[in-house]
Structures are given as C-alpha cells and as structure tokens.
C-alpha cells in the first residue's frame, strides 16, 4: 500500500525529527510520526476525475491568479513609487503568495504528475490569459504582432531558429515573472528586514492567511497544543517543512535567504531542487519502486471503479499520457523512463524543448514545405499557434506522405 513510509522518506522523517530538537522549529504534526503520513501528503495519486475536476479548479486558480498578477503589479509598481507602502504589506499576501504553486510555468509537468497542459501555449505566446479572454479579432491582431516579433531579421518569415530563440525568451520571461513574484513575498515575508524569513516567521503569516489570528498563529508556533489547526493547513505545513530543509543551503539554519527562497517556490530555477522535484514526481508515480517509469505506470489510473460516465474522460487522459509517453520522455524509445530521463523532460531549460518545439510548430503549419513560416500560414493554422487545437506532433511529420 502506498501508506507505507519509504526508505527516503523514511530518511526524511529521521532529519525532521532530528530538527524537532531544536524548539520551536516544527509542527507537531511531523512528532507524530503515525500521523505524518507522508505518503499521503507527497503521494497524490493520480486521478483522471480528480484530474478534471482539478483542471477547473486550475481555471478558477488561473483567474485569481491572473487577477493577482494584475493586482500583484500593481502593487509593485505602487511600491517602487511609493516606498511608503512597503510599511504594511503583510495584508496583501493570502494562501496562494505562501503555499508553493504546483504549476509552474514553461515546465512540462506539475508537480503532481499531471501533464502541463499549458505548456504549449506558455512557451510560444507567454502571457496566454491576454489571448485566452480576447475576442477572435483581438487574438488575430496579437498574433500577428507575436509574427513580427518572432521575425527578428524582419524577412517576413520565421525560420526554425528564430522560433527557437523566440520559445528560449518566452521561457526566461516565466522565469523573471517568477523572481519578481518571489521578490515580492520574501520581502513582505521577512518583516524585521534581515534578508531572511526563518520557518517560524513563515508559518505565522502561512496560519494568518488561512484565516487564523496573528497572536494565536505566534503562540502555536511556540506551543503546538495550545490549538487545533485543520487537517489541510497541518499536512501542507509538514510538506512545506520539508521543502523548506531541501531548499535550506549550508548553513541549515532554518531559515531561508532570497535565492533560497526562491528555490523553494520555484525548484525549476534551482538545479538542486529540480532534481528533488523529479525525485518526488518518480516516486509517485512509480508503483514498483524500482526507479524505473513504465508506460502502464505512468498512465495507471487510481484503483477502483469509477462512474460510467468518467471512463470516457479516463481513457482521453490515458491515451494523451501515453502519447507523451512514447513521444517525448522515452527518450531512446526503450520503453522505461530513467530519473535522468524525467528530468530531461521538466527541465525547462533543457534546450531540446525549445529546439524539438520550434521545429514541430513551423513543420506543422509549413505548407509550402519551404522550412520558414509566413505570416499567411500562421494565420491559416491559427488554432495551432493559439493553443486552441490539441496538435499531433507525432502525425504532423506523416500527414503529407
Ligand atoms: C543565500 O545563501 C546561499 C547559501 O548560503 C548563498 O549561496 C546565496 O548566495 C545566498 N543568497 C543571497 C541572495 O544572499
Ligand atoms: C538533447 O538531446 C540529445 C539527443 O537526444 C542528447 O544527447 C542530449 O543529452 C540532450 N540534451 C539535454 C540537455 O537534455
């Protein structure tokens, strides 16, 4: 069963209740070690329902956080001109700002083992909600202006590495957009101003955001038993917790500096942490233990049956992880996914991705077979580039034969 603690996490465990030594540090929830449970709390199993109905919350999410980007900017633009404000941004961070995000932007995978349906669209037109909300003439106009972009040398074609160097930018845009995000929760988070938020101080304002009062939140951190805090706020402090020692560089001192701050919200940016994070996205997913990803693991559905009318939806989430299966993460084709081959495949700056994706979208929209696109096959494959039409990668090289 998968309530069993593995040897790593196992390990985990052992160092967390080494740091449970020092006072103060950790929840209770981790010193008792029946209730950590950390295979519940790492381990989402990988549900096709949940998976849908995640999907829409993902939207809702994707929302707040379009709004809170908006607000988000706002907020820093207020603040670079009026530093008089920097005085009370407590207020302003609320559960989303304090729990890691699971997506991550321009990486092929969430972090809980679904595929990153975005990714597409993340990589080639960035800022995807400005194109998702517009109307059809609206997203016209904007793509075009995406061709003229793209088109660096301005000969009215984009040729395989101008969309290359296009998708590397894209990506290097999610991950400014993200050290800009960081920069300004580290700095609402480290209220004494040392350049440091230490687990205490993140976990008070992580309790304050979910709704829990400042001083009640400050005497938990000294006293687990003086409250009950719900189930959902305690397994995400243990997962945060451990989180938070992988970011924690030498000296582990409990508390985390900008870039280690960083890392935790962001592992993707961080070499050491992407490793972790492929670590953790294997060991969900692989049912054996054995290290390896099979095909049958990698697309099983949670055991038990489910409502006729989800089978459909099952199988559709099936055959599209298999399909990445086969086509793009198996990289030497030999059936079993390697660690190293996983990481190949969340790395977002693995610059294959960039290179294997500028070479699918203009192949798939080049119909004069020329090798460049013009902005007439751009706009005739419209869909493609919009992201509104699933595109078969693996057919685009076949079709015309
Ligand atoms: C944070 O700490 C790490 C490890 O001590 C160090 O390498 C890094 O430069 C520090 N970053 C900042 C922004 O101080
Ligand atoms: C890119 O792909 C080539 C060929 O498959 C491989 O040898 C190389 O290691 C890959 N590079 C990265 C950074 O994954």
Excluded at 35 to 55: F, P, W, Y
Excluded at 249 to 264: G, I, R, T, V
Aim: proline letters at 3%; hydrophobic letters at 30%; one cysteine or more.
């Amino acid at each position: 069963m998968r309530g069993k603690i593995k040897m790593q996490n196992y390990f985990r465990i052992c160092v967390m209740l080494l740091l449970c030594l020092v006072p103060n540090i950790l929840g209770k929830a981790v010193l008792v070690p029946g209730k950590t449970d950390s295979g519940d709390v790492e381990k989402k199993q990988i549900n096709a329902q949940s998976h849908i109905l995640q999907n829409q919350n993902l939207n809702d999410v994707e929302e707040n956080d379009m709004n809170q980007g908006n607000a988000n900017k706002k907020n820093s633009d207020t603040l670079r001109v009026e530093p008089m404000q920097v005085e009370e941004p407590l207020k302003k961070l609320d559960k989303e700002d304090l729990n890691p995000p699971d997506h991550l932007d321009a990486v092929r995978m969430e972090q809980d083992g679904h595929l990153n349906k975005d990714w597409r669209k993340e990589v080639f037109l960035g800022e995807h909600e400005d194109f998702d909300q517009s109307t059809r003439e609206e997203q016209d106009q904007k793509l075009k202006m995406v061709f003229y972009r793209v088109d660096t040398d301005k000969d009215a074609h984009i040729s395989y590495t101008e969309m290359e160097t296009w998708i590397q930018s894209k990506v290097k845009e999610h991950f400014d957009e993200a050290a800009e995000e960081n920069n300004r929760i580290f700095k609402a988070l480290d209220t004494n101003k040392d350049g440091f938020v230490s687990w205490t101080e993140y976990c008070i304002q992580f309790l304050v955001a979910h709704g829990y009062d400042q001083k009640t939140s400050e005497k938990y951190m000294e006293d687990y038993e003086i409250i009950e805090v719900n189930d959902e706020v305690r397994d995400h402090m243990v997962k945060n917790k451990f989180r938070w020692s992988e970011a924690d560089e030498d000296p582990m001192d409990n508390q985390l500096n900008l870039s280690e701050f960083k890392a935790y919200r962001h592992p993707e940016q961080s070499f050491r942490m992407l490793d972790n994070m492929v670590r953790d996205i294997l060991e969900s997913l692989d049912a054996n233990h054995d290290s390896i990803l099979t095909e049958q693991e990698f697309i099983a559905l949670p055991p038990g049956e489910v409502e006729s009318e989800w089978r459909e939806s099952d199988k559709l989430w099936q055959d599209e992880r298999r399909k990445e299966f086969q086509n793009t993460i198996d990289i030497d084709k030999n059936g079993k996914v390697t660690k190293d081959e996983l990481k190949q495949y969340v790395d977002p700056l693995n610059i294959n991705h960039s290179k294997t994706e500028a070479k699918n979208l203009v192949d798939i929209a080049d119909t004069d077979h020329d090798e460049k696109l013009s902005i007439d096959e751009v706009m005739e494959n419209r869909d493609i580039f919009l992201g509104s039409k699933m595109m078969d990668t693996g057919k685009s090289f076949h079709d015309e034969f």
